[in-house]
């Protein structure tokens, strides 16, 4: 069965470096999506994207992030400067288009543990 | 804004009994929701969806949730509880641009 896959699965880093981490999504899927999980906290939406531009972001997702399609197959979410409170477990999450416009059901990777020192 | 509030963030049932896990829903229009489960360490997986069909929903390993307008109410349930049911369960509804907004969370604790 296809699935959503992330690396690394768990990136350790120092306040102030950039981190990217990396998701490949189901190979048909047009929808990505970034949400993160604060340890004993809920899991929040950060940012969608399509057609290699951002759909839609919270207000969580300000300048320090970015995401890219870099090639075919991954789907990426860069922070440049990271701080104390980005650690967090990241999840990745992909969705087929449906052509009525009807909901997309999202499927997620098993997600990377940040843990920023 | 659409939202969803689980009631209860821990949850304790004996094997074998029923599992009732609670949420509303705020929305003002029909809402697309969701109960997802995440098992420790792992990511989220879907157990069931609501979409406007039946509003009776059967999911995965035999969870259950009945949309109720009435109530504003997507309730899930199990008739029998087993230890493999141990694992967080989060409701999330649908929202503008097809981003999913998840609520607090119910740990589920199976005893012996």
New interface residues.
């Given amino acids: 069965e296809p699935e959503v896959t992330q690396t690394p699965s768990h990136q350790v880093t120092q306040m102030g470096q950039e981190v990217i981490l990396r998701c490949v999504p189901i190979s048909n899927h047009l929808y990505f999506y970034w949400y993160r999980q604060i340890l004993g906290q809920k899991v929040e939406f950060l940012v969608s994207f399509y057609n290699n531009e951002i759909s839609e972001k919270s207000e969580i997702f300000d300048d320090q992030f970015s995401v890219e399609r870099p090639d075919g197959s991954n789907f990426t979410l860069k922070i440049r400067s990271t701080k104390l409170e980005d650690s967090a477990m990241y999840f990745c999450a992909s969705s087929e288009v449906f052509s009525g416009g009807s909901y997309n059901e999202q499927f997620f990777g098993p997600g990377t543990r940040l843990t920023v020192l | 804004a659409q939202s969803v509030t689980q009631l209860g963030s821990h949850v304790s049932v004996s094997e074998g009994a029923l599992v009732l896990l609670r949420c509303n829903y705020s929305s003002s229009v029909p809402p697309?929701l969701f109960w997802?489960v995440q098992y420790p360490n792992?990511?989220?997986?879907?157990l069931l969806?609501y979409?406007s069909a039946a509003t009776l929903v059967k999911g995965i390993n035999g969870f259950e949730a009945e949309f109720k307008k009435s109530e504003t109410s997507f309730h899930l349930t199990k008739p029998s509880a087993h230890m493999s049911d141990a694992a967080e369960y989060?409701c999330?509804v649908?929202t503008?641009?097809?981003?999913?907004?998840?609520?607090?969370?119910t740990q589920l604790t199976v005893n012996p």
Avoid at chain 2, 42 to 46: A, D, I, N, R
Avoid at chain 2, 96 to 105: D, H, I, N
């Fill in positions: 697309y997802y792992q990511g989220l997986q879907l969806k979409t989060f999330a649908e503008s641009g097809s981003r999913l907004t998840f609520g607090e969370g």
